[in-house]
């Protein structure tokens, strides 16, 4: 797929990707059509990011004939949300690998003071032998991912990739100073400042209210 690689962010440009969300961007899309949007997306974008999964050979017969084919070996692979909106994103990424287990991280952002709190934390016993994408659709101050990836490393994991919807300056730096081993995927990247409130502008507002109808 195309896009933009720099400093481990890669930054979407199907066209595909750039249409829908324009379509999470605009106010009057509804929970059920933004739902459906973000796992259409979180699928693109698993898509590339699992790109350079090690592949073994097996021994497969064909209706024809008996022959050799590739299959997915090695890693072990875990799907992370941060909880809830991170949630929208995890129909999309395990329809494209049944295999992956899911672990949960609960987080959320203080309105006066942008900072996670932490509220819940489930992960798959064997965690650490995992690579684990982490999945949440905004990545703003970066202060949520920063502490999620934080909890995977003191649980041991070493492979983490970063999976969100839109990504923020602030944010993208933020990681890139504290986790410059996690690389970040991306389906749009908005490069202005955050607004008031931390949200991304132009951005499509709250991603958690959108997905759930909270507001
Ligand atoms: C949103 C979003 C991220 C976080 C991003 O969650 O889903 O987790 O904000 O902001 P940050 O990069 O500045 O940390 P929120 O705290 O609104 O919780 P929710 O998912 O429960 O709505
Ligand atoms: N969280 C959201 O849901 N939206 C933003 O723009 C920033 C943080």
């Not at 440009?13 to 929970?31: M, W």
């Not at 709190?117 to 970066?142: H, N, Q, S, W």
């Not at 499509?204 to 909270?214: P, W």
């Given at each position: 797929?195309?896009?933009?690689w720099?400093?481990?962010v890669?930054?979407?440009?199907?066209?595909?990707?750039?249409?829908?969300?324009?379509?999470?961007?605009?106010k009057?899309?509804?929970?059920?059509?933004?739902?459906?949007?973000?796992?259409?997306?979180?699928?693109?974008?698993?898509?590339?990011?699992?790109?350079?999964?090690?592949?073994?050979?097996?021994?497969?017969?064909?209706?024809?004939?008996?022959?050799?084919?590739?299959?997915?070996?090695?890693?072990?692979?875990?799907?992370?949300?941060?909880?809830?909106?991170?949630?929208?994103?995890?129909?999309?990424?395990?329809?494209l690998?049944?295999?992956?287990?899911?672990?949960?991280?609960?987080?959320?952002?203080?309105?006066?003071t942008?900072?996670?709190?932490?509220?819940?934390?489930?992960?798959?016993?064997?965690?650490e032998?995992?690579?684990?994408?982490?999945?949440?659709?905004?990545?703003?101050?970066g202060?949520?991912?920063?502490a999620?990836?934080?909890?995977?490393?003191?649980r041991?994991?070493?492979?983490?990739?970063?999976?969100?919807?839109?990504?923020?300056?602030?944010?993208?730096?933020?990681?890139?100073?504290?986790?410059?081993?996690?690389?970040?995927?991306?389906?749009?990247?908005?490069?202005?400042?955050?607004?008031?409130?931390?949200?991304?502008?132009?951005?499509?507002g709250?991603?958690g209210?959108?997905?759930?109808?909270?507001?």
């Amino acid at each position: 797929m195309k896009g933009t690689w720099s400093d481990r962010v890669f930054v979407a440009e199907h066209p595909l990707i750039q249409h829908k969300v324009t379509l999470l961007r605009n106010k009057r899309t509804g929970s059920k059509e933004f739902r459906e949007l973000i796992q259409e997306i979180t699928e693109l974008l698993c898509y590339e990011a699992t790109r350079d999964l090690p592949l073994g050979e097996i021994e497969v017969e064909t209706p024809i004939c008996v022959t050799k084919s590739k299959v997915l070996s090695g890693r072990k692979l875990a799907f992370v949300p941060i909880l809830r909106a991170g949630l929208g994103m995890v129909d999309g990424a395990i329809e494209l690998v049944p295999a992956a287990r899911v672990g949960h991280i609960g987080l959320y952002r203080d309105p006066e003071t942008l900072k996670p709190v932490e509220y819940y934390c489930k992960l798959p016993l064997d965690i650490e032998e995992r690579t684990v994408f982490l999945t949440d659709p905004m990545l703003a101050t970066g202060g949520s991912a920063d502490a999620a990836i934080g909890f995977l490393k003191a649980r041991g994991v070493k492979n983490i990739i970063f999976l969100c919807i839109l990504a923020a300056t602030e944010g993208v730096e933020r990681l890139q100073k504290n986790h410059p081993d996690v690389d970040i995927y991306a389906a749009a990247y908005d490069d202005g400042s955050l607004n008031e409130h931390g949200y991304i502008v132009p951005g499509l507002g709250d991603a958690g209210d959108r997905i759930f109808g909270t507001k």
